[in-house]
């Protein structure tokens, strides 16, 4: 058995932390076909909305006035 010493290879990783009885991938089916982009937002923009779905919905609110200004353009 590894001595505890050893099984520390990351400097922000504990001693405590044991993976050895881990499995790969365990959990890898539940994302297969699933679309997720992480986005960070600065922390002041964040201060304005409340949860994802008011983020959400705000992008979409630009976006549809965006489509809008660029149909203006070209015609």
């Known amino acids: 058995m590894k001595k505890q010493a050893d099984r520390v290879k990351e400097p922000d990783m ?4 044991d993976f050895s009885g881990g499995v790969r991938g365990r959990y890898a089916d539940r994302f297969k076909g699933v679309k997720s982009d992480v986005v960070v937002l600065a ?4 201060e304005m909305f409340g949860d994802s779905k008011s983020v ?4 979409r609110v ?10 203006k353009s070209a015609v």
């Open 43 to 46: 922390p002041d923009v964040a």
């Open 56 to 59: 959400n919905e705000a992008l």
């Open 14 to 17: 504990l001693a405590e932390y």
């Open 62 to 71: 630009i976006a549809k006035l965006a489509g809008k200004q660029a149909k």
